[in-house]
């Protein structure tokens, strides 16, 4: 089995790539997957889509292909936003628009948000809402909010102990959850009732 994981933070050294390199090695160590693809967009900013993905430019080929075919590859993805202003970052945003040819199509995500305060709610609101209608990604009810994310899962430094406890066994928790969706939704699209031409998109 191989897991995604997506991380939406544009900001070099986040707290989201923290976040997510935890989650990395939580489901590695523990089993629930094989192998892992890690895509940071702080690592690879991806243009604004453009009409050329529909028309097959050449550069846009060339700069999708490979981490289409990783995610095509995958059996459930873990989608970790920041929130800034109160939003998911653009760059994720414009991340979800690239994929309209099944890459993530009626596989499970577990959303993550990460906030330096107390919030982190909105970002999770404005992903489930927007996010997955053409691509037809499914969100499962589980999600985890990370508050205070500067004084938690710290490999080095100090940790804010009652709310690292929390997360380092909250986080498992969610993802034995996304794997056992990843198992079940297998049968789904192993139906072929997954995809008409007609209604490619969704409404």
């Known amino acids: 089995m191989k897991f995604s994981i997506i991380c939406g933070s544009h900001r070099a050294g986040s707290q989201s790539g923290k976040v997510g390199r935890f989650i990395e090695r939580t489901l590695l160590e523990q089993g629930l997957c094989e192998e892992v693809f890690f895509f940071d967009l702080a690592d690879f900013p991806l243009p604004l889509w453009d009409e050329g993905i529909w028309d097959g430019d050449p550069e846009w080929k060339e700069r999708l292909a490979p981490i289409s ?7 459930a993805f873990v989608v970790i936003s920041p929130e800034w202003h109160g ?5 994720l945003k414009n991340f979800f628009l690239m994929w309209s040819k099944g890459e993530l199509a009626h596989k499970p995500a577990l959303l993550c948000a990460v906030s330096s305060g107390d919030g982190g709610a909105y970002p999770v609101a404005e992903l489930r809402m927007s996010s997955y209608k053409n691509n037809r990604l499914c969100y499962i009810p589980e999600q985890v909010i ?16 009652s709310a690292d406890e929390y997360f380092r066994e909250r986080i498992p928790f969610a993802l034995g ?26 409404m």
Request: aromatic share 6%; charged share 30%; no cysteine.
């Open 177 to 202: 959850i996304l794997k056992e969706y990843a198992l079940a939704l297998r049968a789904v699209r192993a139906s072929g009732k997954t995809f008409d031409l007609k209604f490619k998109n969704g």
């Open 87 to 91: 939003m998911a970052p653009s760059g």
């Open 69 to 75: 075919a990783e995610l095509a590859a995958s059996d």
């Open 146 to 161: 990370v508050r205070n994310v500067e004084k938690v899962l710290n490999e080095e430094g100090e940790n804010l102990a």
